[in-house]
């Protein structure tokens, strides 16, 4: 069974830092782009961040621009989430997914694989 796994969640105070990652477990994702989206409780999933296949493309959410970085490491089929400065409002189960192809996308239609979550809290 395909999956992708998050992990590096959990509670940080407000303007605290957080990295998560994302590998796959069951198959690799050569030639995949690659997303972070969220959802918050009582909210409809959203976009945070897409990287391409070759890493030299990113796309961020305005609400995250600047204090939110996403790379890959293709070596270890890993991708990253660096999350720093966090505020309250980014608390959220923190999702990855896999597209089948090399460019990302903001649209969560798009994507073809997804993990199960990981949940991040930043408290006040």
């Known amino acids: 069974q395909v999956q992708l796994v998050e992990s590096g969640g959990g509670l940080v105070q407000a303007g605290g830092s957080l990295r998560l990652s994302c590998a796959p477990s069951?198959?690799?994702?050569?030639?995949?782009?690659m997303g972070w989206f969220r959802q918050a409780p009582g909210k409809e999933r959203e976009f945070v961040a897409a990287i391409s296949w070759s890493g030299g493309t990113t796309s961020y959410a305005d609400s995250v621009k600047a204090r939110f970085t996403i790379s890959r490491d293709n070596t270890k089929s890993t991708v990253y989430l660096q999350m720093n400065s966090l505020k309250p409002e980014d608390t959220a189960v923190y999702y990855c997914a896999a597209r089948g192809t090399a460019t990302p996308s903001t649209r969560i239609s798009e994507y073809d694989y997804w993990g199960q979550g990981t949940q991040v809290t930043v408290s006040s």
């Open positions: 069951g198959r690799t994702f050569l030639g995949y782009a």
